[in-house]
């Protein structure tokens, strides 16, 4: 392009970017300063998000929104040395059990945020001026009385929000009906009695013994993603309290007394069973391939896993007959589940704090929440949308869970977590030397607990 040309180009376009601006005062323009927010996700829909923040940029034309998708895996190294060379972004998804690990670097919620927008303020003249809107804030009080429970649990930490949740997310249970079906189940089980049974029934092996189709792949620690969870969940169902009020890991209290009858060997026991070759349910081991592959490859029956899982396993396996149901309850009366979900939050660092925020409230407002969570076929975090959600053929059952997901974890590893209860159930599954008596497999399978519960509480510093 000739530079006479690009001369003309430039002029033109700084004349149509003051005019009828003329006159505003120093904050004014500082007010509707184009402003670029870079946004990183892990596991939210990036389709979704893009479709909000060019909706949010109608309103506020000066704000931008880039948003990336990051790796989960890579998340932690990425955001270290963005922060390193102050090239951090502005909003992250951050989930929950990550929180306190990050919270130094993550900026607490403000009681409010100011946005100005250009607005005409003489259709023959042509005249603007900026207009300020002030919008409050969700308070913890606020949060409690709209979100979810699990919200203000696990995003208030000393009456300081970190963020808040574009969906949330509860463990249940996939069937493939076909097995079913073929081992004559008509219905999916109610409680875990049936479930063994049905187990038991769909499980064949070969004359060697091999697992040639799986009832459950249940029992394990490395090759189960979910084992973190589904061991908690069973658990808690089994009356124990894997964390105090104030976050102090309490789930190996009074092994030293109870046996083998107390509720977290209990737990452990029947979760592991699914995995020894000696027991009726045997149907999954270590060599198994990774439970969610087997699953969507129609080699196993039962599959603990989230409502995210949903879309997956239609992408994979499209032709797969499967249903999903609640996560099955001990007692009706004392349920309980565990909560799986990201906060979206704001980056100390960020020089752009106040948009980033109010990027964060617009995503928050209950019909955006709404849309999003019709989209990606999530459940919203707000107590308005469940009714609707639990007469969803999709959400119904992961939602009918919600009132009763926790998160106990509250340290600064859940990796080092996950880990020590990946070691803990590795133990439990060992064989017994033939030294060993039934007190000493019993006092080793306690002190597997108790080193979990030391390996958890060391994170909590």
């Not at 259709?123 to 949060?143: C, G, H, L, W, Y």
């Not at 009456?159 to 509860?170: E, Y």
């Not at 699953?295 to 499967?322: E, M, Q, S, W």
């Not at 407002?365 to 989209?375: E, R």
């Amino acid at each position: 392009m000739p530079v006479f040309k690009k001369i003309i180009l430039l002029s033109v376009a700084i004349i149509a970017a003051g005019f009828g601006c003329k006159g505003l005062s120093a904050d004014q323009q500082a007010a509707i300063r184009p402003v670029k927010l870079n946004y990183w996700t892990v596991f939210d829909d990036v389709a979704q998000l893009k479709k909000m923040a060019t909706a949010y940029n109608t309103i506020h034309p000066h704000v931008t929104i880039n948003i990336r998708q990051v790796r989960y895996d890579e998340f932690d190294r990425l955001f270290i040395n963005a922060l390193a060379d102050d090239v951090q972004p502005d909003i992250v998804s951050m989930h929950t059990r990550w929180l306190r690990n990050y919270q130094a670097r993550l900026a607490p919620m403000p009681p409010s945020v100011k946005m100005g927008k250009l607005v005409l303020k003489n259709s023959i003249t042509k005249d603007t001026e900026v207009q300020f809107d002030t919008f409050n804030m969700p308070t913890a009080d606020v949060i409690k009385r709209d979100y979810l429970a699990v919200v203000t649990e696990d995003s208030v930490i000393k009456n300081q929000i970190f963020g808040l949740p574009l969906s949330i997310d509860t463990l249940g249970i996939y069937y493939n009906k076909d097995l079913l079906d073929k081992a004559g189940i008509a219905e999916a089980p109610k409680t875990w009695d049936e479930f063994v049974e049905a187990v038991k029934r769909v499980t064949k092996l070969d004359k060697d013994g091999k697992i040639i189709q799986s009832g459950t792949s249940l029992g394990t620690g490395k090759n189960i993603d979910n084992a973190f969870d589904i061991v908690s969940a069973l658990m808690m169902q089994n009356g124990v309290t894997m964390a105090g009020p104030s976050g102090a890991i309490g789930f190996a209290g009074g092994l030293e007394k109870a046996g083998p009858k107390h509720p977290a060997l209990q737990a452990l026991y029947f979760y592991t069973d699914f995995a020894r070759p000696t027991k009726e349910v045997y149907s999954w081991n270590e060599t198994e391939s990774n439970a969610f592959d087997a699953f969507v490859r129609g080699k196993t029956a039962f599959y603990f896993g989230f409502a995210y899982d949903y879309g997956r396993i239609k992408t994979r396996a499209p032709d797969l007959n499967f249903e999903t149901m609640p996560l099955l309850q001990l007692n009706p009366s004392t349920q309980a589940n565990v909560a799986n979900y990201w906060l979206q939050s704001v980056v100390k660092k960020s020089k752009k704090q106040n948009e980033a925020w109010d990027f964060i409230r617009y995503l928050s407002t209950a019909d955006n929440l709404k849309k999003y969570s019709d989209a990606v076929k999530l459940p919203s975090p707000l107590r308005i949308h469940l009714k609707a959600e639990q007469n969803d053929p999709v959400l119904a059952n992961f939602a009918s869970q919600l009132l009763v997901a926790k998160n106990w974890y509250k340290g600064k590893d859940i990796g080092a977590a996950e880990k020590g209860f990946e070691n803990m159930i590795a133990t439990i599954l060992s064989p017994a030397d033939l030294a060993l008596t039934p007190d000493k497999i019993l006092e080793r399978d306690a002190n597997a607990v108790v080193r979990a519960a030391q390996v958890a509480a060391q994170t909590l510093q």
